[in-house]
Antibody, heavy 118, light 110 residues
């Protein structure tokens, strides 16, 4: 099956760190840009970061630059999001998303929840 | 990186049409033909409905259509059905591999 499965979410204190993982299957993973998109409870979608298929380029939402790092391991068909210095406003459901040939976010995981306590 | 502007809600009776607008600037919606639309049912992940302004992925009914004029894109759902009740989001490329979403529109089928 073509799918993305996230893991690694949880409860963390403000200022703490968390690493999200996403395992891909069913498609030529290294051919695709991959992204993280988040959604705060009851709120809209927000693009967070993306990474090129070979990992050579990364881009970030301004508010997470310098705190979050997106990376990938094509041998393991996985993408990661290292989140440091977490803030209350980072609390969200984080989706792992494929950016497809359609120039759109065409495959979504089910999300992993990040809760930040003060 | 300001969010695109969508109306918070829209509604229509079964069989009717509803249109949702998505307003940006010349730096995003108006500057690129990379506008996409997503449908999200409660507790579910978003699903791609429209890409590159007007195109539908395989499996998406032709009741869903997209359009763009200037800095405003729109999604029209024709022949509304009960299962179309959901949140809808637009998204646009903003250059240099950055992206922005709209705030979302809740569609209610009356």
């Amino acid at each position: 099956d073509v799918q993305l499965v996230e893991s690694g979410g949880g409860l963390v204190q403000s200022g703490g760190s968390l690493r999200l993982s996403c395992a891909a299957s069913g498609f030529r993973y290294s051919d695709f840009w991959m992204s993280w998109v988040r959604q705060a409870p009851g709120k809209g979608l927000e693009w967070v970061a993306n990474i090129k298929g070979d990992g050579s380029e990364t881009y970030y939402l301004n508010s997470v630059k310098g705190r979050f790092t997106i990376s990938r391991d094509n041998a393991l068909n996985s993408v990661y999001l290292q989140m440091n210095f977490l803030r209350a406003e980072d609390a969200s459901l984080y989706y792992c998303v494929r950016y497809g040939y359609t120039a759109a976010f065409d495959l979504w995981g089910q999300g992993t929840m990040v809760t930040v306590s003060s | 990186q300001s969010a695109l502007t969508q109306p918070p809600s829209a509604s229509g009776s079964p069989g009717q049409s509803v249109a949702i607008s998505c307003t940006g600037t010349s730096s995003d919606v108006g500057g690129y033909d990379f506008v996409s639309w997503y449908q999200q049912h409660p507790g579910k992940a978003p699903k791609l409905l429209i890409y590159e302004v007007t195109k539908r992925p395989s499996g998406v009914p032709d009741r869903f259509s997209g359009h763009k004029s200037g800095n405003t894109a729109s999604l029209t759902v024709s022949g509304l059905q009960a299962e179309d009740e959901a949140d809808y989001y637009c998204a646009s490329y903003t250059g240099t591999h950055y992206y922005v979403f709209g705030g979302g529109t809740k569609v209610t089928v009356l």
